[in-house]
């Protein structure tokens, strides 16, 4: 009886502690058309996805797809937009975003590869014959106070709606 209370008090440390050291793993600071913005400061769920505004089909459809879901499950999440393409100005970046949603924000991290990284984005830009491609990943993160809820890889709108309904 004492080695099964020892070993659940020790497995109780270790979940704290992962707990801790993961906590602000997907928090950051970023620069917005609206001054600073932090995600710890959202007092809503965040939706983060990263493409680019000339992409010619996966973002504009994301974004339009996620709309339309937070728009039926009557859902108040935050739609933030950041740009893998250094050509994208904020503000071209912000009107992107806000043409699919009114509230939605584009933002630049402070450090945007460490960023890019705790979310594990994957990017690609090449460069060919004077034409740029843009490649990514087209993941949507689902957060909740900082804490990744879930990962949104199915972009159908059945399967985009059941994974939104975490978020309440």
Same mark, same amino acid.
């Given at each position: 009886? +004492?080695? *099964?209370?020892?070993?659940?008090?020790?497995?109780?440390?270790? /979940?704290? /502690?992962?707990a801790v050291l993961g906590a602000g793993k997907y928090d950051f600071s970023a620069k917005s058309l609206r001054g600073e913005f932090a995600l710890s400061r959202l007092n809503k769920p965040a939706l983060l996805y990263f493409g680019y505004t000339n992409c010619p089909d996966v973002c504009p459809t994301t974004l339009y797809l996620l709309n339309n879901a937070l728009d039926e499950l009557g859902l108040d999440a935050q739609i933030i937009f950041i740009s893998v393409d250094k050509r994208d100005s904020l503000k071209a970046c912000?009107?992107?975003?806000?043409?699919? #949603?009114?509230?939605?924000?584009? *933002?630049?991290?402070? @450090?945007? %590869?460490? !960023?890019? &990284?705790?979310?594990? =984005?994957?990017? &690609?830009? %090449?460069? #060919? @014959?004077?034409?740029? $491609? !843009?490649?990514? $990943?087209?993941? =949507?993160?689902?957060? +909740?106070?900082?804490?990744?809820?879930? =990962?949104? %890889? @199915?972009?159908?709108?059945?399967?985009? &709606? #059941? %994974? /939104? /309904? &975490?978020?309440k």
């Open positions: 009886m +004492k080695k *099964v209370l020892i070993l659940l008090f020790l497995a109780l440390i270790i /979940l704290g /502690l992962g912000d009107e992107y975003a806000k043409y699919f #949603r009114a509230d939605a924000i584009c *933002v630049e991290p402070k @450090n945007f %590869e460490k !960023v890019a &990284k705790a979310y594990d =984005v994957k990017y &690609k830009i %090449e460069s #060919r @014959n004077g034409q740029i $491609s !843009v490649a990514h $990943s087209p993941y =949507v993160y689902a957060l +909740k106070d900082t804490q990744l809820i879930t =990962v949104i %890889e @199915n972009l159908s709108q059945k399967a985009l &709606k #059941r %994974e /939104l /309904l &975490k978020l």
